[in-house]
């Protein structure tokens, strides 16, 4: 049974209160019924069973039965640098890897993205990748919903990024170590940032960026593989490799 994510400003036990499109969804999509049981989170690791109690125009109402918490984490995060991808292949690619439980989401702005997003359509692209990390989430029910940052460039993401994290770049035509053996983290406050590039390939002036900030070069193999191709296959290895998939 899916998940329904709820901002933790609804839900104030015993009970919670739906609204939104969510409220539409439940109502209109759905069709719930009142004394029927749905599991909902808020995003922060706490899921709650509720059984519903009032369906109205205005909110869907439910009563708490149960409250879980999320379990510890046995494995370090996996935040994911994707170079902009364009048409829906973007969105596929959040859909997926969010399914496959990526944490942390950095749009990348490369020298090659065919997709450079203009300054005033930033927040509705920021709005609906958002969403649709929300929806895969949900489908596949995680505990959380990944964090989507604003599209950055390679320096500016590798300048902020997180310590005790190990950065490792995927290119083509390049040298590089297996997937399957570079080095993870071993401790579980540690993070795998890997960076995917666009259709085009990294610019050799970011390739330059990268080795200078000590990233880690990797590879998949002899094949070139699409763009949103090479990101799937590489957030499932680390996943696996990480225990998350095991």
């Keep these: ?50 059984e519903i109690t009032d369906v109205s125009k205005q909110t869907v109402t439910g009563r708490i039965l149960e409250t879980v918490q999320e379990p510890l984490r046995h494995t370090p995060r996996l935040i994911f640098g994707q170079s902009l991808l364009k048409g829906e292949k973007m969105a ?16 990348i702005e490369s020298r090659h993205s065919v997709v450079q997003l203009k300054a005033d359509r930033v927040d509705h692209q920021l709005a609906r990748w958002q969403r649709i990390a929300l929806e895969a989430a949900q489908q596949s029910e995680q505990w959380r919903v990944p964090t989507i940052t604003p599209p950055q460039s ?39 940032l890997v960076l995917i590039g666009p259709e085009g390939g990294w610019s050799q002036e970011e390739v330059t960026i990268a080795e200078q900030a000590n990233v880690v070069p990797i590879t998949l193999g002899r094949h070139i593989l699409r763009a949103e191709t090479a990101a799937i296959a590489a957030i499932s290895i680390l996943q696996s490799r990480l225990g998350v998939l095991s």
């Design 154 to 192: 390679l320096a500016a993401l590798l300048a902020n990024r997180a310590s005790g994290n190990i950065t490792l770049m995927l290119a083509e035509r390049r040298e590089g170590k297996s997937l399957q053996t570079a080095e993870l983290p071993q401790d579980v406050t540690g993070s795998v």
């Design 92 to 107: 596929w690619v959040i859909q997926k890897a969010t399914e496959l439980g990526m944490a942390e989401l950095m749009p």
């Design 1 to 50: 049974m899916p998940v329904f994510f709820v901002p933790p400003q609804c839900i104030t036990p015993p009970t919670l209160s739906i609204t939104g499109d969510l409220l539409s969804h439940l109502r209109d999509s759905l069709r719930v019924t009142i004394g029927e049981p749905l599991w909902f989170g808020d995003g922060q690791g706490t899921k709650y069973r509720a």
